[in-house]
């Protein structure tokens, strides 16, 4: 079985230059990658090797967001964070967060907005998820490979965030006069 997590750094176009931060020129370094969620709590995604092979169980329908802590060895026009969710049978899920521009140095800290993990039996099961950062110019500075596994949720099922597009029809009012 493939390690569950890998993170790299394109090369450069002169490795052996470094910026004042340390790392050489237009290099990014990923020093950190977690899920947080309110209810759940916070799951660190390991960066190198083969980390922790046991994927981490969300319940479905729950409400996470990507955190992250880098560093730059250079001036970076543009930054993009794009993750790509595949599970099982699905079809991929892409989102694609602009960071914006950084001086050279850090570490920065971002939080990506939150997002509704999927919810029904028919989405149970595991996800291979491939999260990249590049730049403006499309240069791939950073890739991190990881997995988890949807489950049911305990307790029961959850409600619809208030504002999905399909609303449920409230039963026991007609409507009088309006065709």
Known sequence: ?????????????????????????????????????????????PLEGPGDATPHELPEGAVVSLAMTFRLGADTDGLIFETLR??????????RSALGSFRAGGPYEIRLPP???????????????????????????????????????????VEPPEDDAYRAPERGRRRIGRP
């Open 1 to 45: 079985m493939p390690p569950a997590t890998r993170a790299s750094r394109s090369p450069t176009s002169h490795p052996s230059s470094e910026g004042r931060s340390g790392l050489a020129e237009r290099a990014v370094e990923l020093m950190e990658l977690t899920l947080v969620s309110d209810e759940l709590g916070t799951f660190a995604v």
């Open 86 to 95: 595949v599970g099982e049978g699905e079809d991929p899920v892409a989102r």
């Open 115 to 157: 997002e509704r993990l999927p919810l029904g039996r028919a989405h149970r099961g595991t996800y291979d998820v491939t999260a990249r950062m590049s730049d403006a110019t499309g240069i791939e500075h950073a890739r991190v490979s990881h997995r988890f596994i949807l489950v049911p949720r305990p307790g029961g099922a």
